[in-house]
């Protein structure tokens, strides 16, 4: 079956842009997780959806992120006024949660350089 | 706070040889959960393995297994027989149950180079 999808692959967006992040999980899993990585860094939390609600979002690093999955479904990351330390990559995982042992299936991420 | 330790920058091993990854974590929960991802160059997080705080046994899938003591708070990854499509950055990474949150705490990672 398809995996977890992520458009666009690439962003490159001028600073003070607003940019949108999107991710199509896995047809079925209930949990969806953004993560973002800098280079040469492990992927840090930002937020995480069961179904529609939005229940952690302690991991954005500020209010100019915002993050929807309105029909529990796809799921769009935003950020406004993007800032050069905005540049990374932005992963999005999803996963079935099933008792303890949920694996998390990662998109193939979308790298934002922001100039 | 959980955290997730992982000392080794990078890592060369030769092609057919074994080669250890550490990792050590700190909680203070009782149930946790640890996880080892691939990252190849291409970008994707790749699963490799499991292990639970209350597997008895230590965990194993095909060429990887986990080396996991508990006492010392560590999880080390055992890769048997390297292959050149082994080389790659490795996560190890911890669930955290916080606020209805599943989340994984990542480590900065380990650079595997296989050489031939």
């Known amino acids: 079956g398809a995996g977890v999808s992520q458009s666009p692959r690439y962003k490159v967006a001028k600073r003070g842009q607003d940019v949108a992040l999107r991710c199509d999980p896995i047809s079925g899993h209930v949990s969806l997780f953004w993560y973002q990585q800098a280079l040469g860094q492990g992927p840090e939390f930002l937020t995480y959806?069961?179904?529609?609600?939005?229940?952690?979002k302690s991991g954005l690093p500020s209010d100019r992120f915002f993050a929807e999955r309105p029909e529990g479904s796809v799921s769009t990351l935003k950020i406004q006024r993007t800032q050069q330390e905005d540049s990374a990559v932005y992963l999005c995982?999803?996963?079935?949660?099933?008792?303890?042992?949920?694996?998390?299936?990662f998109g193939p991420g979308t790298r934002l350089t922001v100039l | 706070a959980q955290k997730i330790t992982q000392t080794q920058p990078g890592m060369f091993v030769q092609e057919k040889e074994a080669v250890t990854l550490d990792c050590t974590y700190d909680?203070?929960?009782?149930?946790?959960?640890l996880f080892w991802y691939k990252q190849p160059s291409s970008g994707e997080m790749i699963f490799l393995i499991y292990q639970g705080s209350y597997d008895q046994q230590n965990a194993t899938e095909g060429r990887y297994s986990l080396n996991f003591q508990k006492a010392r708070k560590s999880a080390n990854l055992v890769i048997s027989a390297s292959q050149l499509g082994d080389s790659a950055m490795y996560f190890c990474a911890m669930r955290v149950d916080q606020g209805g949150s599943e989340k994984l705490v990542f480590g900065k990672g380990t650079k595997l180079t296989v050489n031939p």
């Open positions: 959806f069961q179904n529609e609600a939005q229940l952690d």
């Open positions: 909680t203070s929960d009782p149930s946790y959960g």
């Open positions: 995982a999803s996963s079935k949660r099933e008792g303890w042992y949920n694996e998390q299936f």
